[in-house]
Nanobody, 119 residues
Framework: QVQLVESGGGLVQAGGSLRLSCAAS????????MGWFRQAPGKERELVAF????????YYAGSVKGRFTISRDNAKNLVYLQMNSLKPEDTAVYYC????????????WGQGTQVTVSS
């Protein structure tokens, strides 16, 4: 059983930065693909970024590429999302998720952390 907890969300002005953290409890997510998703009110959930455990390969949605950076600390079992140059359209609840079977179907989800970017 894996439990994921996000933290680091908050209210920032456009152009500001935040760093989100995802921590696992119960067991580690060693070997899992870790992803960050976001969902705004009335909108569908979308993948923001993911990072692999084995080789650190990263993927970014086009809307955040160049502004966001996903990283991990394997020793501490932590995953981060550094968010720079934030825009109002980045406002959403951000979720950490883990893909156990490495099939791009995420099996574990955190409860989310709110990110609000004011104009």
């Amino acid at each position: 059983q894996v439990q994921l907890v996000e933290s680091g969300g908050g209210l920032v002005q456009a152009g500001g930065s935040l760093r989100l953290s995802c921590a696992a409890s119960g067991r580690t997510f060693s070997g899992y693909r870790m992803g960050w998703f976001r969902q705004a009110p009335g909108k569908e959930r979308e993948l923001v970024a993911f990072i692999t455990w084995s080789n650190g390969y990263t993927y970014y949605a086009g809307s955040v590429k160049g502004r966001f950076t996903i990283s991990r600390d394997n020793a501490k079992n932590l995953v981060y999302l550094q968010m720079n140059s934030l825009k109002p359209e980045d406002t959403a609840v951000y979720y950490c998720a883990a893909d156990k079977e490495l099939d791009y179907e995420y099996d574990y989800w955190g409860q989310g952390t709110q990110v609000t970017v004011s104009s």
